[in-house]
């Protein structure tokens, strides 16, 4: 890699003519810009994950450290004997994994769907900028803030938590419920606190990119005496297919590392019926201190990302082909 | 935010308006019910944060709201007796670093790979741009026995590096391709004049990307300032903790004392709201560079 190679003859696109020529002997200089971010990134993250792979096929207990190769045994054990994080014993199946499938599905199809129809239904009315900001605020606040504020909207007491207090405003005989207390309701709590949080991305992103279709075409349907579903279901959507799969793309990826929420709100519980993947790797890593074991459940959440990402970059390459 | 095209509809009479406004009534009430989905919890958690705390325990805030018997004791209370004074200034003296250092040392790079031609700069600039899905979990363990071995978990300087690294490949992907986009005869003119890449960088391209550098910024000191996890983990001197590392322990040591909680709360979201309301444009120019191209 040491080896500066003639200018021009760079992989991809070289400048061309004479920036070309007038860069002689850069190939150094442009190591030395780079090198800062190499040696970060290489002590940072690329060594830390092939150390972390290799911990996951290790007993790893003492000091976070490999001692002792056990092949595939985290693994076997993660998803044939550890009912936090799978548990296929029972119908419905239950545990951390399973968890993160739910999350994966029904926060990414909550955000998207909410976003998408904010971005739409806002752009009719003239308070648009108005509406758009007030659900994009919770973007800006952390997850723990986010935690406080739905631990607080679903607290048992309903003299403190407006949602018990809003049912029995509806119907006097509501028995209150503790949302995030019951294993039946606390994923559904927790996930829709994250979906308020997060919803303001999706809009975002696809109101920017409703506000890119040409205003011509929506014209000329309207004369066409197209109602205003068609127009949604024939024109902007179909406009908007590529925006949805980069913002569900990003949205998956993120919620496959979900953390922060659920450690706040529920820890896990309770009895384990909210764990998610980064929880479980968390309490078994840092609070247990088995390394290897927290390591193959690293692996996993690596594991899953991996085709998202060849995704990514195979649309990376279509766009550039495009552009 | 971009603001809305509406000078565009014709004149219409008032008659042919107010029908057009009436039809449109679903949309008014769909989205006045968002609206208040996304804001009654805040304003909840907001107005109990000025309430005594007997008063909390006996009525719904939503009843307090006409009473004005307000107080701003909780806030001096979690500021003095449960030091969020102290993990305020910890939340800004992690931050501003871990926002700074990135932003150099991927200006830097990003450069590299915008205007120097050198051997495999593109394969490694698509490395790198790949390992912005590597879960952070997936580098936790070893980066903290490095730390443990450098012997800087007890300092500042680990929660730095590590927010330094994480943030790297989104950097140096997102002013990458803000630089790429700068004129090529201005580059090259100075090239012509001599100019040397240092002092095209400096004096050139990052006056020109103040926009792509701000947005950088304002993201990534927000992103710092609202994490949990990497503070968990390398901030392991008490005296440092942040504000989200504080408020958790608040919760685990008292419960549900909500007095405390939503003010500390209200005190960990200021300074992203600060920035928010004011820096807008930069916030959402970010996040759409950052993921549509």
């Known amino acids: ?323 | 935010m971009a603001v809305v095209e509406t000078a565009a509809t014709p004149r219409t009479t008032l008659s042919e308006r107010l029908v057009g406004w009436i039809s449109r009534t679903p949309v008014h009430i769909a989205l006045v019910v968002l609206a208040l989905i996304w804001l009654v919890p805040s304003v909840g958690l907001l107005v109990t944060s000025f309430r005594k705390r007997p008063d909390i325990a006996a009525s719904g805030w939503w009843e307090a709201i006409g009473d004005l018997d307000f107080t701003i004791k909780n806030y001096s209370s979690v500021l003095d007796a449960q030091n969020m004074a102290d993990a305020f200034l910890n939340s800004l003296f992690i931050a501003v670093p871990s926002t700074i250092l990135p932003l150099m040392i991927g200006a830097l790079a990003a450069f590299a790979f915008s205007w120097i031609a050198f051997p495999f700069r593109d394969t490694v600039f698509l490395a790198i741009v790949a390992l912005m899905v590597v879960p952070i979990q997936a580098a936790l363990i070893p980066v903290l026995k490095l730390f443990r071995e450098l012997d800087i978990t007890d300092s500042f300087i680990g929660i730095w590096l590590a927010h330094t690294g994480f943030a790297l490949p989104f950097a140096i992907f997102l002013l990458r391709n803000f630089f790429i986009t700068l004129p090529r005869d201005l580059i090259e003119a100075a090239r012509v004049d001599g100019a040397s890449n240092l002092h095209i960088f400096s004096r050139v391209v990052l006056p020109l990307s103040v926009p792509a550098l701000a947005s950088f910024a304002i993201f990534q000191f927000l992103w710092v300032w609202n994490d949990l996890l990497n503070a968990l983990i390398f901030v392991q001197n008490p005296d440092q903790r942040p504000l989200t590392v504080t408020i958790v322990n608040l919760q685990s040591a008292y419960g549900a004392e909500w007095h405390l909680l939503s003010a500390g709360s209200f005190i960990l979201m200021l300074l992203p709201l600060l920035v928010f309301f004011s820096l807008q444009r930069f916030f959402v120019q970010g996040l759409l560079s950052g993921s549509v191209k």
């Open chain 1, 1 to 323: 890699m040491s080896t500066p190679a003639a200018p021009g003859s760079v992989v991809g696109k070289p400048p061309p003519g004479r920036l070309a020529r007038l860069g002689r002997g850069s190939g150094w200089q442009g190591f030395f810009f780079i090198s800062p971010a190499l040696v970060l990134l290489g002590a940072l993250l690329v060594y830390p994950v092939v150390w972390t792979v290799r911990l996951s096929v290790d007993k790893g207990r003492r000091q976070l450290e490999p001692h002792e190769f056990v092949g595939l045994d985290n693994f076997k054990r993660l998803l044939t004997d550890d009912r936090r994080f799978l548990d296929l014993s029972e119908f419905p199946p239950s545990g951390a994994l399973i968890n993160n499938l739910r999350w994966i599905v029904l926060y990414t199809a909550l955000c998207v769907i909410l976003g998408l129809a904010i971005a739409v239904l806002a752009s009719r009315v003239r308070y648009e900028s108005l509406i758009k900001a007030v659900i994009f605020v919770p973007m800006a606040i952390s997850a723990t803030a986010v935690a406080m504020i739905w631990l607080f909207v679903y607290s048992p007491d309903p003299d403190q938590g407006v949602l018990n207090a809003a049912l029995q405003g509806i119907n006097s005989g509501f028995d209150p419920i503790s949302w995030v207390g019951r294993e039946g309701t606390v994923n559904y709590a927790i996930i829709f606190a994250y979906v308020w949080a997060s919803t303001g991305f999706a809009m975002v992103v696809l109101s920017a990119a409703l506000k890119g279709i040409s205003t011509e075409v929506i014209e000329a349907a309207r004369t066409d005496g197209a109602t205003d579903w068609a127009i949604f279901r024939r024109i902007q959507l179909p406009l908007l297919s590529l925006p949805i799969a980069v913002v569900t793309v990003w949205l998956i990826i993120n919620v496959i590392k979900v953390f922060d929420i659920v450690y706040v709100m529920s820890g896990g519980g309770p009895s384990g019926a909210s764990e998610v993947i980064a929880n479980r790797y968390f309490i078994e890593t840092f609070d247990g201190g088995k390394g290897g074991y927290g390591a193959a459940m690293a692996v996993i959440m690596l594991l899953m990302i991996i085709p998202i990402m060849a995704f990514n970059i195979r649309r990376f390459r279509s766009e550039a082909v495009t552009r």
